[in-house]
């Protein structure tokens, strides 16, 4: 039994040692680095680091080495940079591609990783700040820009390209010096460099008949340029009439006055010519103007400056200003038809009334039909009320109508029972005196008006509804007519006033008067249907009486008619049958002449019945037949 046990022991401890063996051989193999060539092995020694780059086979030391890892190197493209510290001595690095970097024992690559470089064309670049001298430089292109490890780019810039006829203002911040840039020419602004605008600005290019002024504004001088050129400005000169000024080219009839700003005087300058401003003129007014033609249809009214005299020039021709006189405007002549009239007020304040109809002036001189305004005279104006209510006062009047005239007008009042009642109508007015309306009023139609509404509201109060639908055109008359004196004062003449329509305020109550009046149609429609239905029986007795009437009249003419027939035809008879006994006794003697006479008359009556489709029987005796028998020979 001591042996088996032994011999177990021995086992357990042979498979013991070969696990252990086997850990070992494991851990030994898994200790081992193998390092591509794209990757180092950072070794963290008893007193130091140190890093193997690949590719490389190694195993670390186990009594010396504390640690270990393996990294990438830092693999850069053409436009790729990184920055590296080192914890060891703080030093900085740009490491620019393009690399496959491997790192120091004490290097890291900063925060910002790996970074793309600046690609500059040839019309970008960038100011780099360096941060350990505070410099600012420029950087153009076409380039790519990897920083220092102290200089940051602060800003991109775009050059500016500058044409044959641009130009940039300039200033340097750190001398204050200004200047021109010119083109053709690509332009990058230095750090230190401001501009004036951020677009190039355009030289003054001139043709034949174009000008510049530049103002220097240090000294104020004035510099004039005329075409054919370009023109660039100084550096502190800037244009005067916001850029090229066309030269003034003056037609026959034309003027342009210009005014010296050095000395005040001013020139008129005529046509045809062609006028070149100098460093100090200023154009007067709206630039070129033509001469006034003075016609029998045009004045012109001069004023002299230095007098302020006012003088209207009558005598057909051109008018000029000079040195001393301007034209201060163009009258028309005024025309008066034979029913217009106008008021003028002179520099006295006086009115003066000019007539077409010379039977309403009072004086020869009321009567001229066609005038001028004379100079500091003006024509009044008045502002009338329009409207159905006259509620708007902005109706301009100069010349007055003074024919009878329609105004319509829209009032409210009130009945005696209270009813609210909206009136319309019309006015029929005229006014017959100008100077005694513009004596009391200013607002003709409105004092009509606000007049009419008054007497209408007196007037209309003092009856009921009903009476005022009977008598409201008496009312209307009664408005004009009881107060004349009021419009014979203002000199207007009502003629006639009308009321064409109302109707009530009140819904409620314009729904009853609606009915009322509906209803008063209808009664007055059956009344009139009942008369004409009356009209029309009427109308028939009166044919029926004369249809009989005619029947008696034609009972009675066929009456003496048949009569007369009758007795032409008894007589005709008798003539025949005196006629025929006078021959048969003449004739025939011894011969009954009635009995022959009465056998043909019976013989015309077997002949028309024999024509004819009647039956007539005879009897033997009535016909008096005999038979004879005759003889074969016969």
């Given at each position: ?6 011999k177990a ?5 042979v498979?013991s040692?070969?696990?252990a063996?086997a850990?070992?051989?494991s851990w ?7 390092v591509?060539k ?11 680091k ?17 640690s270990?890892?393996k ?5 850069l493209?053409e436009?790729q940079?990184c ?6 001595t703080g030093?900085?690095?740009?490491i620019?591609?393009p690399a496959l970097h491997?790192?120091?024992p004490?290097e ?11 690609v500059?064309t040839?019309e970008?670049?960038v100011?780099?700040?360096d941060a350990?001298?505070g410099?600012?430089r420029?950087?153009?292109?076409p380039a790519t820009?990897?920083p220092g490890p102290?200089e940051?780019v602060?800003?991109?810039?775009t050059?500016?390209a500058l044409k044959?006829d641009?130009?940039?203002r300039v200033q340097?911040?750190?001398t204050g ?7 053709e ?6 750090p ?8 190039p ?6 043709l034949?008949?174009?000008s510049?002024?530049?103002i220097d ?5 004035v510099?004039v340029?005329r075409?054919?050129?370009?023109v660039?400005?100084?550096?502190t000169e800037?244009?005067?009439?916001n850029?090229?000024?066309n030269?003034i080219?003056?037609?026959a009839?034309?003027?342009?006055v210009l ?8 020139t008129?300058?005529r046509?045809p ?5 100098s460093?100090t003129?200023?154009?007067v007014?709206?630039?070129?103007e033509?001469?006034?033609?003075v016609?029998?249809?045009n004045?012109a009214l001069?004023?002299d400056r230095r007098t302020?005299?006012?003088s209207?020039v009558t005598e ?6 000079t040195?001393h006189?301007g034209i201060v405007?163009?009258r028309?002549?005024?025309r008066l038809?034979?029913?217009e009239a106008?008021v003028l007020k002179?520099e006295?304040g006086?009115y ?14 009321d009567a001229?039909r066609?005038?001028f ?11 009338w009320s329009r ?7 902005d109706l301009i009047i100069?010349t007055f ?8 007008f829209?009032?409210?009042?009130r009945?005696?029972?209270?009813v609210?009642?909206v ?6 007015w005229?006014?017959v005196d100008l100077?005694?309306?513009?004596r009391f009023?200013g ?5 009509v008006c ?10 209309v109060s003092k009856?009921?509804?009903a009476?005022f639908m009977?008598?409201f055109n008496?009312i209307?008359?009664d ?5 004349d004196?009021f419009?014979?004062q203002r000199g ?7 009321v064409t329509r109302?109707?009530c305020a009140?819904?409620?109550?314009a729904k009853?008067?609606q009915k009322t009046?509906?209803e ?5 429609c059956r009344l ?5 239905e009356n009209e029309?029986a009427?109308?028939?007795?009166k044919?029926?009486?004369e249809?009989?009437?005619a029947?008696?009249e034609?009972l009675?003419?066929r009456?003496?008619?048949a ?7 008894g007589?005709a008879?008798a003539?025949?049958?005196?006629a ?5 006794s ?9 009995q022959?006479?009465r056998t043909?008359r019976?013989?015309?009556s077997?002949?028309?019945v024999?024509?004819g489709?009647a ?8 016909a008096k ?8 020979n016969?």
């Amino acid at each position: 039994f001591a042996d088996a046990g032994g011999k177990a022991v021995k086992v357990a401890c042979v498979v013991s040692a070969a696990v252990a063996a086997a850990r070992l051989a494991s851990w030994l193999a898994a200790r081992v680095q193998y390092v591509g060539k794209d990757e180092q092995l950072l070794l963290k020694l008893l007193t130091e680091k140190v890093v193997v780059n690949g590719p490389a086979v190694r195993f670390p030391s186990v009594f010396t080495t504390l640690s270990y890892k393996k990294r990438k190197a830092v693999v850069l493209s053409e436009t790729q940079y990184c920055v590296t510290r080192d914890s060891g001595t703080g030093a900085v690095s740009v490491i620019a591609g393009p690399a496959l970097h491997f790192l120091g024992p004490y290097e890291e690559v900063d925060e910002g990783g790996v970074c793309e470089a600046e690609v500059l064309t040839a019309e970008t670049g960038v100011h780099v700040q360096d941060a350990k001298t505070g410099e600012v430089r420029l950087v153009t292109g076409p380039a790519t820009f990897v920083p220092g490890p102290t200089e940051a780019v602060v800003r991109h810039v775009t050059a500016v390209a500058l044409k044959a006829d641009e130009y940039l203002r300039v200033q340097d911040k750190a001398t204050g010096r200004v200047w021109l840039e010119r083109g053709e020419c690509i332009f990058f602004p230095q750090p230190t460099h401001e501009l004036a605008k951020s677009t190039p600005e355009r030289a003054f290019r001139l043709l034949a008949s174009q000008s510049v002024r530049l103002i220097d504004s240090l000294s104020g001088a004035v510099r004039v340029e005329r075409g054919e050129q370009l023109v660039f400005p100084a550096v502190t000169e800037s244009p005067l009439d916001n850029g090229v000024i066309n030269a003034i080219d003056l037609r026959a009839g034309e003027y342009v006055v210009l005014r010296d700003t050095a000395t005040g005087q001013r020139t008129v300058e005529r046509g045809p010519k062609q006028v070149w401003l100098s460093g100090t003129d200023r154009v007067v007014g709206d630039g070129k103007e033509r001469a006034v033609c003075v016609d029998a249809e045009n004045a012109a009214l001069v004023q002299d400056r230095r007098t302020g005299e006012l003088s209207l020039v009558t005598e057909p021709g051109l008018v000029w200003p000079t040195e001393h006189t301007g034209i201060v405007e163009v009258r028309q002549l005024i025309r008066l038809t034979d029913n217009e009239a106008i008021v003028l007020k002179d520099e006295s304040g006086v009115y003066h009334f000019r007539y077409g109809d010379p039977k309403r002036a009072s004086s020869p001189s009321d009567a001229q039909r066609s005038f001028f305004l004379p100079p500091h005279w003006e024509v009044v104006e008045l502002r009338w009320s329009r409207g159905r209510r006259r509620e708007r006062k902005d109706l301009i009047i100069t010349t007055f109508d003074m024919r009878p005239q329609f105004m319509s007008f829209e009032f409210n009042c009130r009945t005696s029972d209270n009813v609210e009642l909206v009136l319309e109508g019309t006015f029929f007015w005229e006014v017959v005196d100008l100077p005694e309306m513009l004596r009391f009023t200013g607002d003709a139609p409105g004092d009509v008006c606000a007049h009419a509404r008054s007497c209408f509201i007196q007037l209309v109060s003092k009856v009921t509804l009903a009476q005022f639908m009977d008598t409201f055109n008496t009312i209307a008359r009664d408005v004009h007519t009881n107060d004349d004196g009021f419009y014979q004062q203002r000199g207007i003449k009502i003629h006639s006033l009308e009321v064409t329509r109302y109707q009530c305020a009140d819904e409620s109550t314009a729904k009853i008067l609606q009915k009322t009046v509906e209803e008063t149609t209808n009664r007055l429609c059956r009344l009139t249907c009942q008369e004409s239905e009356n009209e029309v029986a009427l109308a028939r007795l009166k044919g029926e009486l004369e249809e009989v009437k005619a029947s008696a009249e034609v009972l009675e003419v066929r009456q003496k008619h048949a009569v007369e027939s009758a007795k032409s035809e008894g007589l005709a008879e008798a003539e025949r049958v005196v006629a025929f006994l006078s021959a048969v006794s003449e004739g025939f003697v011894g011969a009954d002449g009635e009995q022959m006479w009465r056998t043909l008359r019976k013989n015309e009556s077997l002949a028309a019945v024999a024509n004819g489709s009647a039956h007539v029987v005879f009897a033997p005796q009535d016909a008096k037949l005999s038979f004879t028998e005759l003889g074969a020979n016969s």
